[in-house]
């Protein structure tokens, strides 16, 4: 998606060759415009196919997220990330490892906002090793819901998320693939 990436390279950073700052338009603040662009092109492209029901991951996915909902008509449920195990029968809850706190969280979902026949679309902002997006998927596929489709707003191509999602049969979409970065320089991959 040309805006975005134009957008990327006018005000994100890279602060190394693995993490892109993008807090002045995605992660804290959020240029609302764009991201109503960003819903509506996942909007687009992940359109006839059946699809349910939107799912993300707090909190930077929320924005993306929403304008996708928004686009498609459907209800955006968001997966919180909780520091602690609930045993009750009615959440839902995996590990997953976050790329940028470099610790462990808890993927929490109540069943009653998941059900079994759910086509999800999972949003969210970034695709690094792609432990949040399987962390979803697995929520998802617990709950007795297929993933349709995944879309992510900025997928860093140099690192396995992708690949590893797509060996395990789910159809990715990113709207810019950064394919190498180093301080103050991001190349994308086309
Ligand atoms: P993964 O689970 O794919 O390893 O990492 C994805 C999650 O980590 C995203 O939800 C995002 O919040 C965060 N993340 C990964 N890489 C970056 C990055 O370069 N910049 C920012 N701002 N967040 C990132």
């Given at each position: 998606m040309e805006a975005l990436k134009q957008k990327i390279l006018k005000d994100g950073r890279a602060l190394n060759d693995q993490v892109l700052l993008v807090d002045s338009f995605l992660n804290h603040q959020v240029d609302a415009k764009l991201m109503a662009q960003v819903g509506e092109e996942f909007a687009r492209l992940?359109?006839?196919?059946?699809?349910?029901?939107?799912?993300?991951v707090e909190s930077s996915g929320i924005a993306p997220a929403a304008m996708t909902a928004l686009?498609?008509?459907l209800p955006l449920v968001i997966m919180k990330k909780s520091s602690s195990r609930i045993l009750s029968d009615d959440t839902l809850q995996t590990?997953?490892?976050s790329f940028t706190k470099n610790s462990d969280y808890q993927l929490t979902?109540?069943?009653k906002y998941i059900h079994p026949g759910d086509r999800v679309l999972v949003i969210?902002?970034?695709?690094a090793n792609g432990e949040a997006a399987f962390g979803a998927a697995r929520l998802i596929e617990e709950a007795g819901a297929t993933v349709a489709g995944i879309?992510?707003?900025i997928e860093k191509?140099?690192?396995p998320g992708g690949r590893r999602l797509a060996e395990a049969g789910?159809?990715?979409i990113s709207l810019a693939r950064v394919a190498k970065m180093a301080e103050n320089h991001i190349e994308f991959c086309d």
């Amino acid at each position: 998606m040309e805006a975005l990436k134009q957008k990327i390279l006018k005000d994100g950073r890279a602060l190394n060759d693995q993490v892109l700052l993008v807090d002045s338009f995605l992660n804290h603040q959020v240029d609302a415009k764009l991201m109503a662009q960003v819903g509506e092109e996942f909007a687009r492209l992940f359109a006839n196919q059946g699809i349910t029901r939107i799912m993300t991951v707090e909190s930077s996915g929320i924005a993306p997220a929403a304008m996708t909902a928004l686009g498609m008509g459907l209800p955006l449920v968001i997966m919180k990330k909780s520091s602690s195990r609930i045993l009750s029968d009615d959440t839902l809850q995996t590990q997953v490892h976050s790329f940028t706190k470099n610790s462990d969280y808890q993927l929490t979902v109540k069943r009653k906002y998941i059900h079994p026949g759910d086509r999800v679309l999972v949003i969210d902002d970034f695709l690094a090793n792609g432990e949040a997006a399987f962390g979803a998927a697995r929520l998802i596929e617990e709950a007795g819901a297929t993933v349709a489709g995944i879309g992510i707003v900025i997928e860093k191509a140099f690192q396995p998320g992708g690949r590893r999602l797509a060996e395990a049969g789910y159809k990715v979409i990113s709207l810019a693939r950064v394919a190498k970065m180093a301080e103050n320089h991001i190349e994308f991959c086309d």
